[in-house]
Nanobody, 124 residues
Framework: VELVQSGGGLVSAGGSLRLSCAAS????????IGWFRQAPGKEREFVGA????????RNADSVNGRCTISKENTKPTVYLQLNSLKPEDTGVYYC??????????????????WGQGTQVTVSS
């Protein structure tokens, strides 16, 4: 599966961002598409994920209530909407794909396909 990201940039604290991840490939319908972020000097952190087949989502506790992950079946494309942004939301955001077998996975090592990453900077 190939993943191509768009969106990101500089956003003020309290604002919102919307990132896109366009997926292509023969077996996309079997995938979970996850969103991760990585701040300078920190490990890659799970943000949330969506199952392409069912549309079910799972968010990390750190963004719960502020994060919406959705999909559009054309292409298909997965979106990450993050509201009430804080400076600690700053980082490089990646979408990633994995074949869904059983249950959610929150570790980056479980995902085999990655988007190119996009920088999000939240200014205070």
């Amino acid at each position: 599966v190939e993943l191509v990201q768009s969106g990101g940039g500089l956003v003020s604290a309290g604002g919102s961002l919307r990132l896109s991840c366009a997926a292509s490939g023969r077996v996309v319908s079997r995938y979970d598409i996850g969103w991760f972020r990585q701040a300078p000097g920190k490990e890659r952190e799970f943000v949330g994920a969506i199952n392409i087949n069912s549309g079910l989502t799972r968010n990390a506790d750190s963004v719960n209530g502020r994060c919406t992950i959705s999909k559009e079946n054309t292409k298909p494309t997965v979106y990450l909407q993050l509201n009430s942004l804080k400076p600690e939301d700053t980082g490089v955001y990646y979408c990633a794909g994995r074949v869904r077998i059983i249950g959610w996975r929150f570790d980056a090592s479980a995902y085999g396909s990655w988007g190119q990453g996009t920088q999000v900077t939240v200014s205070s």
